[in-house]
């Protein structure tokens, strides 16, 4: 069979069973398996494929049937120009969570620094945060101790070992040396509003980093709170957060000492992240 049927059977298929990205998945999965980038997919339309690539073509494009996101598919999602490894214990890193990045790369260019991130997942924000800044190493805690074999994964990937540490621990049992930034991305999705994510999202995708308690806030709380003695004063605090939780979010950190640098809006005007600094 060759290429360019290939593909457009599959957006077809993707098509009738309401994938709205049906032609673009069906070419970065097949990309993918095929180990080429899409251009070539593109210029080489009558090029046979190999029965077995068929054969995990088929397998994939069911997954994709089913909502499974394509980067769980795939095995990576580029972040900040890097690919990173995922899987289904930590969250498909979000573009707006690159708007964090380049605010403290300004922040911290050329210092050297000690960083902690909260919630580390694919470790996305804290090795991308240790590649843009030479000078920094950092460490990465998270709930999930599959999520952490995945950061170190990623790590390794990077070259970033000598300068990251990645643990599997609860935020209220961890303690150590002081830092100079603390980054998280925390759950911050109401227990009710779960239900109403998108099904890629809320079948796939590990829910105890999603779901924010009864308000959403529970974890932000925890991360506010614990972070009064892991950040030396005078340290930043960048968080992320969810849809109109600024003004709460805003008010916590004030009445723990926190003073607003700035905030960051995401493409639909909502407030994304806070970057704030320990007085």
Known sequence: MILEHTIRQASKTLKKNNIESHQLDAEVILSNIMGVTREFLMVNSDFGIAKDVIQKYLIAIERRIKNEP???????????????????????????TELLIYKLINLYKNKKINILDIGTGSGCILLTLL?????????????????????????????????????AVDLENFNATKCDLIVSNP?????????????????????????????????????????DCLLKKGGTLAIEIGNNQYSKVTNLLKYNGYREISKEFDYNNNVRCIITTKM
């Open 70 to 96: 394509v980067a769980y598919i795939t095995g990576k999602k580029e972040f900040w120009s890097h690919d990173f490894i995922v899987n289904h214990n930590t969250l498909v890193p979000r573009p707006e």
């Open 187 to 227: 759950p911050y999705i109401s227990f009710k509003d779960l239900k109403n994510l998108s099904k890629d999202i809320r079948n796939f995708e590990p829910l105890v980093a999603l779901n924010g308690g009864n308000d959403g806030l529970d974890i932000i709380k925890k991360v506010i709170y614990k972070s």
């Open 131 to 167: 590649k843009e800044l030479k000078l920094a190493k950092g460490t990465g805690i998270d709930i999930l101790p599959k999520a952490i074999a995945t950061a170190i994964s990623n790590a390794k990937k990077m070259k970033l070992l000598s300068r990251s540490k990645f643990k």
